[in-house]
């Protein structure tokens, strides 16, 4: 069984960062890709970031709306990916979940097996 566990969430200004942090456990991931997707209230969950597992650096796709802002990463030996997001603003605020695929980096949520909890971010304007 995998299990997915984000951290690093909270209330942040507008202007400010954080680093979102999913913990992966359960299975050792070499292949496959981890995502981060968001889901604001009321709104659909939609795709942040995605980064492929690679033993040196992985392939890292974004959304328009967060290109620039946002940072993926892999910490292989932790089996960790991170999510560096700086300058937010009040619209980045949302419960955000990390997930895992087994296959390949896509930006439909529908392709990832895994799924964490979430952590919520807290955007003040």
């Known amino acids: 069984q995998v299990q997915l566990v984000e951290s690093g969430g909270g209330l942040v200004q507008a202007g400010g960062s954080l680093r979102l942090s999913c913990a992966a456990s359960?299975?050792?991931?070499?292949?496959?890709?981890m995502g981060w997707f968001r889901q604001a209230p009321g709104k659909e969950r939609e795709f942040v970031a995605a980064i492929t597992w690679s033993t040196w650096s992985g392939s890292t796709y974004y959304a328009d709306s967060v290109e620039g802002r946002v940072t993926i990463s892999i910490d292989n030996a932790k089996n960790t990916v991170y999510l560096q997001m700086n300058s937010l603003k009040p619209e980045d605020t949302a419960v955000y979940s990390c997930?895992?695929?087994?296959?390949?980096?896509?930006?439909?949520?529908?392709?990832?097996?895994?799924w964490g909890q979430g952590t919520q971010v807290t955007v003040s304007s």
């Open positions: 997930a895992a695929s087994v296959a390949v980096a896509t930006t439909r949520s529908a392709d990832y097996n895994y």
């Open positions: 359960g299975r050792t991931f070499r292949r496959g890709a």
